[in-house]
């Protein structure tokens, strides 16, 4: 995904996966405070996005501390299943404590593991959410995120991606964020993408894409077909 048709490069990511686990264990209990409500209304896009009913069972790549699956337990039911998985241990104990906290330990599981690598059998879900997850992966692994959501999810099933864009012209807080990545990557750890070309290139059929300011940041929600 790098210069193709015109469009720029989006920045490489060189932390490796032991710094992303150390980084996101040690911000694990703090997380609300740092990114978590600067996350939410496009999370809450993307939840609607996705749709959840009842019955169904449905994976979040990279949980963090549990705020989506927390509402994806609620939307499935007693007869659905929530599972949500993450690199970071610290990430999944705070997301297990919030899911025992709201008594939902009966529809939703943690499991601890990398997005590249799921740690699940193949077609055990109707559907995927990730949600400020995927541009944290470096350019040669976006593709294999995806494939994995793919293996993970039933022909037919749904994947919901919201992620910071790099679609269209280039606003002015795009550009300042984007010098702030390049300056100190650890702490903007994000970078914008091409989520909805990535999804379409993993083989996906891109169902709906909407775009959303957050801060004078562009944010593509995509939803795609497996």
């Not at 060189?14 to 740092?34: K, M, P, Q």
């Not at 300056?183 to 990535?198: E, N, S, V």
Request: with cysteine.
């Amino acid at each position: 995904m790098g210069a193709v048709s015109g469009r720029p490069e989006i920045a490489r990511v060189w932390t490796t996966t032991a710094d992303t686990r150390a980084r996101y264990d040690r911000i694990s209990r703090y997380y609300e405070f740092i990114e978590g409500v600067w996350e939410r209304p496009v999370r809450r896009i993307g939840l609607n996005a996705l749709s959840a009913a009842p019955g169904e069972s449905l994976i979040e790549v990279g949980c963090g501390p549990g705020y989506a699956l927390v509402d994806i337990a609620r939307a499935v039911g007693q007869n659905g299943r929530a599972v949500g998985v993450d690199l970071a241990d610290g990430m999944c104990r705070v997301a297990r404590w919030r899911v025992i906290r709201r008594r939902l330990s009966q529809r939703a599981g943690l499991v601890q593991g990398d997005a590249s690598r799921l740690p699940l059998a193949s077609g055990s879900f109707g559907g995927a959410f990730m949600s400020f997850v995927l541009e944290l992966f470096d350019t040669p692994q976006i593709p294999l995120v995806l494939a994995e959501c793919q293996r993970v999810v039933r022909p037919g099933g749904r994947l919901v991606v919201a992620s910071l864009s790099k679609e269209g012209p280039e606003p002015p807080m795009r550009r300042l964020y984007e010098q702030g990545h390049a300056r100190f990557p650890r702490l903007l750890d994000c970078r914008p993408i091409y989520a909805a070309r990535a999804v379409r290139e993993a083989g996906m059929e891109v169902t709906s894409v909407r775009t959303v300011s957050l801060w004078g940041l562009p944010v593509e929600v995509v939803r795609a077909r497996t």
